[in-house]
């Protein structure tokens, strides 16, 4: 599949930090140290709806972690997949009388729009689970070659047993693992299973739905979590440094690709860090396709809202905290891109040097966007009462804000 155009990301003076940041595996701060090429898997979106706030603050935080490599000369190899086969797209297009493949064409189009537009570092592999299939079917065979899956009526299940680091992506209680089971995705109630909680690697073909040549495995479609196992393990390889996502996907989405991923090359970790952005709500719900309660950054863009507002209303909130999405943090944003586009249109003012500095150690500490962006307040305040005599200045918090923040002033 083919990504999105990149957006320039200028080169900036001096030295960029390395990235401190929160792995839920370990529950603490990790210094992440990646080689001259950081490798970072983010989970996809399943294309059935348009993007919405949560998505996008979501690839917002990990388009941050990219700012922050680039910015030490490193580069990043960065891998995305496109969920274009499971439940929820094939009833929703069953549910819309539309081809579930036109369907999945189309909003992937626009998500790729709605990135473009935010200024979101394209992945250099976009890689669709229809697309992967080829690659995943021998991960499943090797699997059951292993005794880590077994069949249950023709569908193959991943046996969490098999791999004694299971529980240590999440670190969650049974219980708490079985309810979100439950509510994401698994089958913990299906009679029959080993563990409750085991997930699905291949589902046999059902009437009415698509279905492909699985070699030994037969005629059916890949689980979900395989299907990012496949394509990070074929893009990235195991340890690699970052697997990113919304908090909803680190059980069991995270901990079960985690653990195939180990079973099958007996390797460990998959991943560095396991780094989860919190949920974005709307009228105290999570935003979520499956509700509706949506605000869709293609709508918004269409309402004429600049996109680089819409970037730094995200930036407002730290990636880890849950927030609400309401006017005001729009209204906000669009104040703050006024202001900060008044202060950078001036032809000199005060010092930037040590504002760049600030940016940079707010980032590499989480990923304080918040901090970054009240650190450019500071600069915007003195500029408009005191205004100063740096020609150099106003371009270098330009592109300062444009590499590190992707905003464009
Ligand atoms: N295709 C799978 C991942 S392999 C999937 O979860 N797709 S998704 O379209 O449902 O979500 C795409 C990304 O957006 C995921 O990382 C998810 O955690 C994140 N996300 C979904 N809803 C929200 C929300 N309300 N706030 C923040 N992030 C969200
Ligand atoms: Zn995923």
Redesign the pocket.
């Known amino acids: 599949m083919h990504a999105w155009p990149a957006s320039e990301v200028p080169a900036l003076p001096g030295q960029g930090r390395d990235l401190r940041i929160h792995d839920t595996a370990t529950g603490g701060l990790v210094t992440l140290d990646p080689g001259p090429v950081a490798r970072i898997y ?5 294309p059935y709806d348009a993007t ?1 706030m ?2 996008a ?2 690839y917002n935080a990990f388009d941050l972690v990219q700012r922050v490599w680039l910015d030490t000369k490193r580069q990043v190899h960065y891998v995305q ?3 274009d086969v ?1 439940d929820p797209l094939l009833e929703r297009a069953d549910r819309d009388g539309v081809d579930w493949v036109a369907l999945a064409e189309k909003e992937t189009a626009l998500f790729r729009e709605d990135m473009t537009a935010l200024r979101m570092l394209p992945p250099k592999h976009y890689i669709g689970a229809v697309e992967a299939i080829p690659g995943i079917v021998p991960l499943v065979e090797r699997l059951r070659e292993l005794g880590a899956a077994y069949e249950l009526d023709g569908d193959i299940y991943f046996s969490v047993e098999s791999d004694p680091h299971f529980g240590q992506v999440s670190n969650l209680d049974a219980a708490a693992m079985r309810l979100l089971s439950a509510e994401r995705g698994g089958d913990p109630d299906r009679p029959g299973k080993k563990n409750p909680l085991d997930p699905m690697l291949w589902l046999a073909a059902r009437d009415g739905e698509p279905s492909w040549d699985g070699g030994t495995l037969g005629r059916g479609r890949p689980g ?1 979590h395989i ?2 196992v496949a394509i990070a393990l074929d893009h990235l390889g195991m340890g690699f440094d970052v697997q990113g ?5 680190a059980f069991p ?1 995270h901990e079960m690709g985690a653990s195939h991923a180990q079973v099958l090359t007996g390797e460990f970790p998959m991943a560095q860090a396991y780094v989860h ?5 709307l009228h105290g719900e ?4 499956s509700k509706g309660n949506l605000v869709f950054v293609s709508r918004l863009r269409r309402d004429g809202v600049d996109p680089a507002a819409v970037r730094l209303a995200l930036l407002a909130h730290h990636y880890r905290s849950d927030w609400e999405w309401t006017d005001q943090v729009l209204r906000d944003a669009v104040d703050r891109l006024g202001r900060w586009r008044a202060a950078v249109s001036r032809p000199d003012g005060p010092s930037a040097d040590a504002l760049v500095e600030e940016i940079r150690e707010a980032l590499a500490a989480d990923l304080d966007a918040p901090a970054a962006l009240a650190a450019v307040d500071r600069w915007t305040e003195l500029q408009q009462q005191e205004g100063g005599t740096d020609t150099g200045a106003p371009g270098l918090v330009t592109r300062a804000v444009d590499a590190l923040l992707g905003v464009a002033l």
Do not use: R
């Open positions: 983010v989970c996809g979106i399943t919405h949560g998505h603050a979501t997949n496109v969920t499971d979900w299907e990012c996502g919304g908090s909803d996907l989405h952005a919190g949920m974005v709500a999570k935003m979520s396709k």
